[in-house]
């Protein structure tokens, strides 16, 4: 069965402090990867896309990482601030037009 | 950048009625999807349409139904509503490829009453 799973399920951190998102995979076929931040009652919005042959990609203050043998993704994000406060998905895109959901992590930073 | 567009943002509705969400897609993209969150949920996949044709099918009940238009919007029709149905709809679009992105919508927000 393809199941997208995140850890932790919540995190809470003071502003300025670096945290670490897990995402681990078993997604048949697998063509990428994507880590979404998603508001309270808003779309998700996309961070990063992980190609099967990539293996970390930056944008501003998140990196995501990618092993691909062991079904594995990171986000990392530095100097958290406020307005980092979301949940963060991490969704498998399998075949063409499948994607699958992570339980994503709520992330809450603190003043 | 134009960005994915659903109707209407908030919709209430009572049980047993009937809802009509609509998606405008990013111009030029072909594939919409659609998803339901339910409150503290992660979104389930619903359907998609590729060309206009279903390409995919999650976890839609048979009350709902849905479709492309000929200008790639496409809407979903949600009849006899229950009081489960009350979640988060999102719609996504892309242009067809193995790594383009999904670009989601601000999500329409239905309460059944």
């Known amino acids: 069965k393809n199941q997208v799973e995140q850890s932790p399920q919540s995190l809470i951190i003071l502003e300025g402090k670096n945290c670490t998102l897990q995402?681990?995979?078993?997604?048949?076929?697998?063509?990428?990867l994507r880590w979404y931040k998603q508001d309270t009652g808003r779309g998700p919005v996309s961070l990063t896309i992980m190609t099967f042959s990539e293996n970390t990609k930056s944008n501003g203050r998140y990196t995501a990482t990618l092993d691909a043998d062991t079904k594995q993704s990171s986000l990392h994000i530095t100097a958290s601030q406020l307005s980092d406060s979301a949940s963060y998905i991490c969704?498998?895109?399998?075949?063409?037009?499948?994607?699958?959901f992570g339980t994503g992590t709520r992330l809450k930073v603190l003043a | 950048a134009a960005g994915v567009i659903q109707s209407p943002r908030h919709l209430i509705k009572e049980k047993r009625e009937t809802a009509t969400l609509k998606c405008y897609p990013i111009p030029r993209h072909d594939t919409v999807y659609w998803y339901q969150q339910g409150p503290g949920q992660d979104p389930q996949f619903l359907i998609s349409?590729?060309?206009?044709?279903?390409?995919d099918k999650g976890s839609i009940p048979d009350r709902f139904s849905a479709q492309q238009f000929s200008d790639y919007h496409s809407e979903l029709n949600m009849s006899s509503l229950e009081l489960g149905d009350s979640a988060l709809y999102f719609c996504?679009?892309?242009?067809?490829?193995?790594?383009?992105?999904?670009?989601f919508g601000q999500g329409t927000r239905l309460t059944v009453v």
């Open positions: 996504a679009s892309s242009f067809q490829g193995a790594n383009t992105e999904a670009f």
């Open positions: 349409f590729y060309e206009k044709m279903q390409s």
């Open positions: 969704v498998v895109r399998s075949g063409t037009y499948k994607y699958i």
């Open positions: 995402c681990n995979y078993t997604v048949s076929p697998f063509s990428n």
